[in-house]
């Protein structure tokens, strides 16, 4: 199968950096974490989450905090105002109605403020499910690799879904970003990429 080839292709030319979804101590950091990465860079969101965490070690303090405060601590991730807010009202769900713990259900974690597709799907890959989170690197890689046609999250979703087996699904994103942020160099990604392709 060229497409796992591919794959294992991808991670051999990868560093094994720390994505801002991995390594957290409990479930609700990981699903907060991966929030707070959208549209920001993963040297940002790590030690910034880290701050956040230390300060509100439990997810009932997070949701009793002041969004001044939260917005201090996180103010160099991208759309910081609305991440505060949207992070406090999503700890204070969690403390309510699941007992701090993140339901490992793709459609209530989408009711929580703050969580799109992308993050739910990469916080269910995190928590071991079969799920895959679709963002900026790997919407251009598996257009660049033919993967997909699709520019679409939901369509480049499912495209992925039909071409590799389940059990690789959680796999994906994290070996597609990690290649992604090795290499940032436009011209040289492509050239690798295409390389990847005809190999």
Request: aromatic share 8%; proline share 4%; charged share 30%.
């Amino acid at each position: 199968m060229k497409h796992l080839k591919q794959l294992r292709e991808l991670k051999k030319h990868s560093s094994n950096k720390r994505l801002a979804a991995e390594e957290w101590n409990k479930p609700w950091q990981t699903l907060i974490a991966t929030a707070l990465s959208a549209r920001t860079k993963d040297d940002t969101t790590i030690p910034v989450s880290n701050e956040l965490f230390s300060k509100y070690n439990i997810v009932e303090k997070l949701a009793k905090a002041k969004i001044k405060d939260v917005e201090k601590i996180i103010r160099r991730v991208n759309y910081y105002k609305t991440k505060s807010r949207n992070i406090i009202n999503c700890a204070k769900i969690l403390s309510k109605r699941y007992n701090g713990k993140p339901p490992l259900d793709f459609n209530k974690l989408t009711e929580l403020p703050g969580v799109g597709r992308k993050t739910a799907n990469v916080f269910l890959s995190e928590r071991g499910k079969d799920a895959i989170g679709v963002d900026t690197h790997i919407a251009y890689i598996s257009q660049k690799l033919g993967w997909t046609k699709s520019s679409k999250p939901e369509i480049i979703e499912e495209d992925l879904k039909k071409l590799f087996p389940r059990k690789h699904w959680s796999s994906l994103n994290p070996i597609v970003v990690k290649f992604g942020q090795t290499h940032t160099n436009r011209k040289k990604k492509d050239e690798l990429l295409n390389k990847i392709k005809n190999q």
